[in-house]
């Protein structure tokens, strides 16, 4: 059975005609309007899933982004000036113009269009999977609008019709609570309408949609709604943490889509896309940003030396953390151990001499046709270490089980070989947070972690309470809007 990465390059490429990329709003299918050429048998509406897929794969950007906006990273690259925007987001300096937070915004939108194709027509023509298709639609509007309100808040909420260009005159940013409620809506029938395994490796399943709304409850606070859902996923899916021995191992290749991952994003080496068009890479862009400038040795390839961690989130490691060592590669050392290999020291800016060695380039990538563009890396949105860690905040921060919550938390640490904890309430609480920042390390979602808990102000650099929680809409969208929206508090000047 071909994996989805296969099917998602093939049919992004067949598709190129009937979803074109433009500076509008949003993309805009060319279709007519009652789409009498389309939607007529299975074939069409699974084409039209796999395009609502496909801008999964744009959200490469927007996880480094969120790390470099923590304190975990600084932003990296060649200088002061390599990618502006990502520059400006670090030093938390950013404003309504960055080409970024715009691609942000339209990729997402673009996703959430296609989606809403579908249910658009959704009940135009019947087939025996439909249920099943339309239940992976609903999930992917759901994931789209939940990173939306994520990094704007409040944003025009459009189900089951296409934004048309033109539309935009006429909406209006809807309150977030009003978002989340579609998102749970739409995310409680994937669950219901979703198996825990899919015919073709990475189509959405039941695991992925619980786990995603347990963090749509958990940003919300609606810690009892997201504890059941997650503790429902715990006892009842197939997923479980790897070893010891081979979680070193969990971002190679061969460890894609394992009993670890709940929901992965696939990539594949097709060169879809290019420097101008982003948003039509096949490829993790990521994956080759972050890796060590002018490296060649063993194990692993060149890169452009963004989204470098910080000595702060090293020292977060507690001595005998065995992921420290493969979730933060220390340069220096890794010569010392590695006589043969070599990099451009002193090259770069902002250089710490740590990588980030989940998402760095491995040995080989760089022989495809476009090494920067092109690399297969899926990324892991949602581990099953991420799930414990949700649902013993939930349980702790919802006062509804400190010793159910220690229990998810030592399953982390012992994998990680170290000592349980035995603390309670604010105390546990705190270690938690802790175990969430090393374990989830790299993956993009230290940011939003330290907003959504009350903690980014004073944490990282730069960051001012009542404006850094929310990012600026972008300036274009505002000025598509007729200038009939308001701008998030402290970016209106």
């Given amino acids: 059975m071909k994996n989805l990465k296969t099917i998602n390059s093939l049919v992004s490429l067949a598709l190129l005609a009937v979803f074109s990329c433009s500076d509008d709003f949003i993309d805009v299918p060319s279709q007519d309007e009652n789409s009498e050429g389309f939607f007529n048998s299975e074939a069409d509406y699974q084409e039209a899933l796999i395009a609502a897929y496909d801008y999964l794969q744009a959200t490469a950007q927007q996880f480094q982004i969120a790390e470099i906006a923590s304190d975990n990273t600084l932003a990296g690259g060649e200088s002061a000036t390599d990618s502006p925007g990502i520059q400006e987001i670090d030093d938390m300096i950013h404003t309504p113009v960055n080409a970024q937070l715009r691609n942000i915004w339209t990729w997402m939108y673009t996703g959430v269009n296609r989606t809403n194709y579908i249910m658009e027509f959704k009940d135009k023509t019947d087939f025996a999977n439909k249920t099943s298709v339309i239940a992976q639609t609903r999930f992917l509007r759901a994931f789209y609008y939940f990173e939306l309100v994520k990094w704007f808040g409040d944003v025009p909420l459009v189900i089951d019709k296409r934004i048309q260009y033109g539309d935009q005159f006429g909406l209006e940013r809807t309150p977030k609570a ?3 409620a579609q998102i749970e809506e739409d995310l409680i029938f994937a669950i219901d309408n979703l198996s825990y395994t899919q015919s073709q490796t990475g189509r959405i399943t039941k695991g992925a949609a619980q786990a995603l709304l347990g963090k749509a409850y958990l940003y919300q606070e609606k810690f009892d709604l997201s504890a059941t859902i997650l503790e429902d996923l715990i006892n009842n899916g197939p997923y479980d943490l790897l070893p010891s021995a081979v979680a070193p191992l969990m ?14 994003i696939q990539y594949s080496d097709v060169d879809g896309g290019s420097y101008d068009c982003f948003q039509c890479l096949e490829g993790n862009y990521a994956v080759g940003f972050n890796g060590v400038r002018g490296y060649v040795g063993p194990v692993f390839d060149f ?24 979730s933060i590669l220390d340069i220096a050392k890794w010569i010392q151990d590695n006589p043969t290999a070599s990099y451009n020291e002193g090259a770069g800016y902002e250089q710490t001499g740590y990588y980030n060695r989940k998402y760095i380039a491995r040995l080989g990538d760089a022989n495809r046709p476009d090494a920067a563009l092109t690399n297969p890396n899926n990324t892991r949105a949602i581990r099953y270490a991420d799930v414990l860690l949700m649902a013993a905040e939930a349980l702790n921060r919802g006062a509804i089980s400190d010793s159910r919550a220690q229990d998810y938390l030592n399953e982390v640490r012992n994998r990680a070989l170290l000592g349980g904890v035995s603390t309670t309430g604010t105390n546990l609480t705190n270690d938690i947070y802790k175990e969430r920042r090393v374990e989830l390390v790299g993956e993009g979602h230290r940011f939003f972690d330290l907003v959504r808990t009350g903690r980014a102000a004073g944490t990282i650099p730069g960051f001012q309470a009542g404006k850094h929680e929310l990012f600026p809409i972008p300036i274009q969208e505002i000025e598509l809007s007729g200038n009939t929206w308001d701008q998030n508090p402290g970016y209106e000047n």
């Avoid at 971002?251 to 992965?264: A, C, G």
């Fill in 303 to 326: 890169g452009y030396s963004f989204n470098v961690p910080t000595q702060d989130v090293v020292d977060a490691f507690e001595v005998g953390d065995i992921r420290l060592e493969y």
């Fill in 178 to 180: 009003q978002i989340y």
């Fill in 251 to 264: 971002w190679e290749s061969e460890y894609e889509n394992s009993i670890e991952s709940v929901f992965e």
